[in-house]
């Protein structure tokens, strides 16, 4: 089974990957909630583009982007594949009872063009930084320690329960084990009763690992007050006047946006 870890490609030489981790969580954190904000269709261009740059500058691989697009991308698609047809009053087009309109056609590219954006740029994020180092910045700009445990635990684990899962699935099936149902997409009773063993069996494994987990950890000190010094994030090559300046370019870039549409509402 293929492990899409959001940092595979964390070693990679670039602008971005050399942005200190702080600076760069802050910076993009900020045109994320910025996009987020938009509502102007004539912005969605604009955003898309300075994704677009960024991703150059990341060197990240195309394959990268496009791997973890399709679930999401699904997603939306299903959510708004049908407001053309749904949503407004101005009828561009009809055929029968089909009609194209206007309103809902606008709305479905103001979606989906503020969602690309934002979960690109939610890759550059994480796909640029190692997760710990990703958590320490967090960590050292506010973040409780317990948090960010629990961000490198659900991280570190939710792979290990996609393999179980897996691997039940492929015992399940070895063990004659086939999906049936009168209707597509609508299994028997049967098949629920199996796969509903299936969850109740992967949440019992879980819930037994985090308990062995825990008690490792304990035994090996968790929870006590640190006593040598404190883990720091790592130096890079760029001297902080750069980490700074693309700090700043970032906050004037999401500020530019959050500006042009209130003068848009205004």
Not at 163 to 189: D, E, N
Request: net charge positive; proline share 5%; charged share 15%.
């Amino acid at each position: 089974m293929r492990r899409y870890e959001l940092d595979e490609f964390a070693g990679l030489d670039s602008l971005i990957h050399r942005w200190e981790p702080r600076c760069k969580l802050v910076g993009l954190l900020s045109l994320i909630f910025a996009f987020a904000w938009v509502e102007n269709l004539r912005l969605v261009p604009l955003m898309l583009g300075v994704t677009a740059a960024l991703y150059l500058l990341s060197r990240l691989p195309l394959t990268f982007l496009t791997t973890r697009l399709q679930y999401p991308g699904l997603f939306i698609l299903a959510v708004v594949g049908l407001l053309p047809f749904l949503s407004g009053s101005t009828v561009i087009w009809q055929w029968g009872m089909l009609s194209l309109r206007q309103e809902g056609i606008e709305a479905m590219l103001l979606i989906a063009g503020r969602f690309l954006a934002i979960v690109v740029l939610s890759l550059i994020l994480f796909g640029t930084t190692p997760f710990l180092n990703t958590v320490r910045a967090l960590q050292s700009l506010g973040l409780p320690v317990i948090l960010a445990d629990m961000l490198l635990l659900s991280y570190r684990y939710l792979f290990e329960i996609a393999a179980m899962v897996t691997t039940m699935q492929q015992a399940m099936q070895l063990r004659g084990f086939r999906q049936t149902g009168r209707f597509p997409f609508l299994p028997s009773g049967k098949t629920l009763r199996q796969l509903a063993a299936l969850v109740g069996t992967l949440l019992i494994r879980s819930y037994e690992q985090s308990e062995r987990l825990y008690k490792a950890m304990r035994l090996r000190g968790y929870g006590r007050r640190p006593v040598g010094p404190q883990s720091v994030l790592p130096q890079h090559a760029l001297t902080w006047r750069w980490h700074l300046l693309g700090l700043l370019l970032s906050g004037l870039t999401a500020a530019g946006f959050v500006l042009a549409e209130l003068q848009y509402i205004s």
